[in-house]
């Protein structure tokens, strides 16, 4: 069974750091892309960052490119998201997939979701 379980969210200032990490179980998790999403209040789920199945190529959303670096531990199944420079704009659930196309192809993803770890950016 597919799981994905989220953590290391939490309440953080603007302009500060902090790091998600994602465990993955029940799929072959070294074959797979990994995708980072994220849904703020009120607004569709959207796509954060991937990395390629041996972590050596990654892609980032626009919004996200010099702030967030992705990267994965396929010896212990976990993808993690390094974020730094929080704007508020960052506040939402933030959850992992993984993909089945390439880190190209976000859009292309496994039906199951986890139930995310929310990021809240505030003064």
């Known amino acids: 069974q597919v799981q994905f379980v989220e953590s290391g969210g939490g309440l953080v200032q603007p302009g500060g750091s902090t790091n998600l990490s994602c465990a993955a179980s029940g799929f072959t998790f070294h074959n797979y892309v990994m995708g980072w999403y994220r849904q703020a209040p009120g607004k569709e789920r959207e796509w954060v960052a991937s990395i390629s199945s041996l972590g050596g190529s990654s892609n980032y959303a626009d919004s996200m490119k010099g702030r967030f670096t992705i990267s994965r531990d396929n010896d212990h199944n976990r993808a993690y998201l390094q974020m730094n420079n929080l704007e508020v704009e960052d506040t939402a659930v933030y959850y992992c997939?993984?993909?089945?196309?390439?880190?190209?192809?976000?859009?292309?993803?496994?039906?199951?979701w986890g139930r995310g770890t929310q990021v809240t950016v505030s003064s």
């Open positions: 997939n993984a993909q089945t196309g390439s880190i190209w192809a976000p859009e292309k993803h496994l039906d199951i």
